[in-house]
Nanobody, 120 residues
């Protein structure tokens, strides 16, 4: 509990930007780098969906709905994963969750969620 700490959500106008952060301060760096990281989101009344992934080999994938607008990145020395969100639209409004699948045992970790609200 509390292994993933998210920050950076908020209220923004359409067309604006936000950067979400996911910190793993208690995770040793080798474990941090060996994980698959992802950002999910869940809007009211909808299922949780994957937005972006960052694999241990550095490859990334994005949902079609955010391609070209969102960028996922990893900062190993800081043990943080980021989601840079540009050109936000109201449909991006959701609670965003950080996710990690540990490389050495496939255990799954979730952050507490951070709210992103995009006004039109």
């Amino acid at each position: 509990q509390g292994q993933l700490v998210e920050s950076g959500g908020g209220l923004v106008q359409a067309g604006g930007s936000l950067r979400l952060s996911c910190a793993a301060p208690r995770m040793i760096t080798s474990v941090f780098n060996g994980n698959t990281w992802a950002w999910y989101r869940q809007a009211p009344g909808k299922q949780r969906e994957v937005v972006a992934t960052f694999s241990s080999d550095g490859s990334t994938n994005y949902a079609d709905s955010v391609k070209g607008r969102f960028t996922v990145s990893r900062d190993s020395p800081k043990k943080k994963v980021y989601l840079q969100m540009n050109s936000l639209i109201p449909e991006d409004t959701a609670t965003y969750y950080c996710y990690a699948r540990l490389g050495y045992n496939n255990a799954e970790l979730w952050g507490q969620g951070t709210q992103v609200t995009v006004s039109s």
